[in-house]
Nanobody, 118 residues
Framework: QVQLVESGGGLAQPGGSLRLSCSAS????????MGWFRQAPGKEREVVAT???????DYVDSVKARFIISRDNAKNTVYLQMNSLKSEDTAVYYC????????????WGQGTQVTVSS
């Protein structure tokens, strides 16, 4: 059974910080590329940040220099450190695991709400 479980969401003030965690089970974690996606009310889901099994990272322009994605293979966990939060960051954040060798193998977490408001 494959499970991706996000945690760390909640309420933060503008300019504040939050760290999201995604714990994976049921997969060989070190062989998967990982990513964080988000979906705001009335908007389409968008990729926020990705980190490959080789530790290459990518970020959507709107979060560059503010967010950092990292992974700890020993803990089967991927993180998203979010700094200098803005109200525009408010969304449900989803963890994604993708097998880089088998395109159809793609797993999602249940999502965690992030709300940025004063």
């Amino acid at each position: 059974q494959v499970q991706l479980v996000e945690s760390g969401g909640g309420l933060a003030q503008p300019g504040g910080s939050l760290r999201l965690s995604c714990s994976a089970s049921g997969i060989d974690f070190s062989r998967y590329d990982m990513g964080w996606f988000r979906q705001a009310p009335g908007k389409e889901r968008e990729v926020v940040a990705t980190i490959t099994r080789r530790l290459s990272t990518d970020y959507v322009d709107s979060v560059k220099a503010r967010f950092i994605i990292s992974r700890d293979n020993a803990k089967n966990t991927v993180y998203l450190q979010m700094n200098s939060l803005k109200s525009e960051d408010t969304a449900v954040y989803y963890c994604n695991a993708k097998n880089p060798f088998v395109a159809v193998v793609n797993y999602w977490g249940q999502g965690t709400q992030v709300t940025v408001s004063s």
